[in-house]
């Protein structure tokens, strides 16, 4: 930090160039990340609520009314009539709250000291992160065929240890939905708790069965699901960060309940203390502002993209790693390797992310690439080929 005190107009024109290095997602060159441009009206409305606190909610009544909201028509989305839960940084917090919840739930009710979390390899590289936190073993299931997670490896992972069993339902690299209803039945039947990551599929796929998809049932409607972690700030066209987590029960909230006897609330089940409540405003007002039909429509148009770009593709000769069941679609090409076809990719402007299980040039059809940034990807992809 200087001594003396910069000029606002200067300070904001260095910030300007700055900003240049940064990719813009209007560009429609940012292919690989799963989230988007926030809507302007959630920015507008993000930016009234950036001196909220959600952390001593006594304070913020109005905002934390707001979360509440956001939480109950999640809810009323994934079919529970009532919802507990917060909205966070995203879904890594998310997840991370899942897991604590189903380990100290196990501990209480169960006795269990060290236990184990099956996941299948597919998993977000957050429920890492939660089990080294949390001190709990990762047990990895297998992937079928079809690259979703594998029901008798999962019967076959499961132990007197086994404190939770995740699944997914939009999987990271190919947007894929796990076979939750059979998990769902197997979690239940063996009393342990079922969590399902639909960070990224959350916000899409009730809207798409909505507008006639044949997608698979991954909610509260199946009674073994304990909580479901959904991201507005994806599919749901929030500001970052808004991160949802939703769970059946409050005594899962209750089982992660520390005591904060200064703040207006006695106790904090949340795993920040601090929590910005312009994320919870933003979410309650585009939602609103959306409704179903909205959300319904903008599901289907990535969709349609997604199916464009599916076509080019094949049309160009390139091999398509699996048909798409949400907006993600991965590739590669016939002859060259992976990651060297990534950065041939990159040397021309575009953002891929490589997935690994396979490996593939993976491309998340976000809001903020048109159908111009495709007939712009695929020209590039024929001079290449």
Not at 31 to 55: I, Q, R, W
Not at 255 to 269: G, H, I, R
Request: glycine share 8%.
């Amino acid at each position: 930090m200087q001594d003396e005190p910069i000029d606002k107009e200067d300070i904001l024109k260095k910030l300007s160039e700055i900003k240049k290095l940064d990719y813009n997602y209007a560009d429609g060159r940012i292919l690989g990340s799963m989230c988007t441009e926030a809507h302007p009206f959630a920015k507008e409305v993000y930016c009234k609520f950036l001196d909220t606190n959600l952390g001593d909610p006594g304070l913020f009544k109005g905002t934390k009314y707001l979360e509440d909201e956001v939480i109950k028509s999640i809810g009323n989305l994934l079919s529970l009539d009532k919802a507990y839960g917060n909205i966070v940084t995203g879904g890594t917090e998310a997840n991370l709250m899942a897991i604590r919840a189903a380990r100290n739930h196990a501990r209480k009710y169960k006795g269990i000291v060290d236990g184990e979390i099956i996941v299948p390899i597919s998993a977000h590289f957050s429920f890492k992160k939660a089990a080294d936190m949390l001190n709990l073993k990762i047990v990895e299931a297998d992937l079928d065929d079809n690259y979703r997670i594998d029901v008798e490896s999962v019967k076959d992972k499961i132990t007197d240890k086994t404190v939770a069993i995740v699944a997914i339902a939009g999987t990271t690299e190919l947007g894929l939905i796990d076979p939750i209803e059979e998990i769902s039945r197997i979690a239940h039947e063996n009393n342990i708790y079922f969590h399902v990551d639909a960070a990224f599929g959350g916000f899409s796929i009730p809207f798409l069965r909505q507008a006639g998809y044949d997608l698979p049932v991954f909610d509260f409607s199946l009674e073994g699901v304990c909580s479901i972690t959904v991201d507005p700030h994806k599919m749901g066209l929030a500001p970052i960060p808004a991160g949802g987590i939703i769970f059946r029960k409050e005594e899962y909230l209750q089982v992660m309940a520390v005591d904060s006897p200064y703040l207006t609330v006695k106790t904090q089940s949340t795993i920040v203390g601090t929590r910005i409540g312009a994320a919870s405003a933003a979410t309650y007002a585009i939602m609103c502002y959306f409704g179903k039909k909205g959300y319904s429509q903008l599901a289907c148009e990535v969709m349609d993209n997604t199916y464009l770009l599916k076509e080019g593709l094949e049309n160009l000769g390139y091999d398509v790693v699996c048909e798409p069941e949400l907006n993600i679609l991965a590739f590669n090409h016939p002859e060259i390797e992976t990651h060297e076809f990534a950065e041939k990719l990159e040397k021309l402007g575009w953002k891929v992310s490589v997935a690994k299980c396979p490996i593939a040039i993976r491309v998340v059809l976000m809001n903020h690439i048109k159908k111009s940034h495709i007939k712009e990807l695929l020209e590039d992809l024929e001079k290449i080929y």
